[in-house]
């Protein structure tokens, strides 16, 4: 018996001693290197959230990670926005020597002196914004959240790349963009792109208005992504040397096939051609990004109505007096895109849309329905009106005819 008593001692320690030196590792989704985040940022243009936590000893860490970075609904939203990554101070968790050197000198470079501590980096590691544990939950946190990176400026000096296949083929989904998928088969071939046709200032516009881009690296044929690619090859029956690609938005069409050997000029003459007629028909779309591209592309203003179009008495008004009128939607097929920015209280609504509403009002200091805000392609507020507007279809163009014209 005494026997069995020091051998149960005995797993029992070591079962301590395995605990306390366990090795940490990350979440699913989350990076650990600095430098495959900012890799990661560069090729996506999306900024990196770091997380500076305690993971196994800071309450508010664990709070924050189990209201918010543990819920689907942020899960959903980072995929799409950010690059995650976390830099881990545990207490009881052993971090590898080169990972740990890694946080401390990052620490002191941000000068992080507590936890959490949430920064919101751009590719070149510069600070966007701030945050930490909030009150609220995951939509509050995500709605703070999406107006920091708001305010980042876009750098429209480089081309727009998604990471992989999969995210252009949401990123296509939510903009509906083609998808232009570049793939090259050596380091040659990507340095050529690269100097080349993803250096063009006409290409570069493209990937910020018209296109979905992703850039393939397809030299290893057992890698997932030169998998997906030869799938894609196979079911869209296109030519074995072509590695420059056009596809429909839902990928079922291939509208362009090119070698991506062809002189820049050429290919993205042939790329123009092929995609989808640009028009505009003055209707309402809750989509804002995609009508931000549609402002850039045709070179309008927006007008966002921030409105709660089943409740509210004078954001039924205004539609019914101004903006249901034809000669309101005939102004604003050549002279606005048309964004209706929704908080209904009856009629549903996505958790991502309701949160992207959300982030510009906040980012726009939206306190009223309704308020009516022109602003420019690049969001940039021109004139505002709040309430019900008097004077009917006429004298509300008027005001916005007003608002454009003091910019110019």
Known sequence: MRKLGIFVAILLLAAVVLTVNRPASAAAGWLTSYDDAVAQAEATGKPILADFTGSDWCGWCKKLDKEVFSTSAFKEWAGENVILLVLDFPRSKVLPAKLKKQNQKLRKKYGVTGYPTILFLDEKGGVIGKSGYRRGGAEAWIVNAQNIIDQRPVDETKPRLMSSLDAAGKAAKETKRPVLIVATDSADKAKTVKEGL???????????????????????????????????????????????????????????????????????????????????????????????????????????????????????????????????????????????????????????????????????????????????????????????????????????????????
Request: aromatic share 8%; net charge positive.
């Open 198 to 408: 993803f250096a063009d200032a006409d290409f570069i516009k493209l990937t910020h208005t018209r296109l979905v881009a992703v850039h393939m690296d397809i030299s290893d044929t057992d890698d997932a992504e030169a998998k997906r690619f030869a799938k894609v090859v196979s079911k869209l029956h296109v030519d074995k040397e072509s590695r420059v690609l056009l596809v429909s938005r839902n990928g079922k069409k291939l509208l362009m096939q090119a070698t991506g050997d062809e002189e820049t000029g050429k290919l993205l003459a042939s790329l123009q051609e092929s995609l989808p007629e640009l028009t505009y028909d003055g209707k309402w779309t809750e989509d804002y990004e995609q009508a931000k591209a549609l402002a850039a592309a045709l070179e309008l203003p927006m007008l966002l109505d921030f409105s709660g179009s089943d409740w509210c008495p004078p954001c039924i008004k205004m539609e019914k007096d101004v903006f249901s009128k034809k000669a309101f939607h005939k102004y604003a097929a050549k002279n606005l895109v048309l964004v209706l920015v929704d908080f209904p209280r009856r009629k549903p609504q996505s958790a991502q849309r309701k949160q992207r509403n959300q982030a510009l009002a906040q980012k726009y200091g939206v306190r009223a329905y309704p308020t009516m805000i022109v602003v420019d392609a690049e969001g940039k507020e021109l004139g505002k009106m709040i309430g019900y507007v008097a004077g009917g279809t006429t004298g509300f163009i008027s005001k916005v005819k007003g608002f454009v014209a003091a910019a110019k």
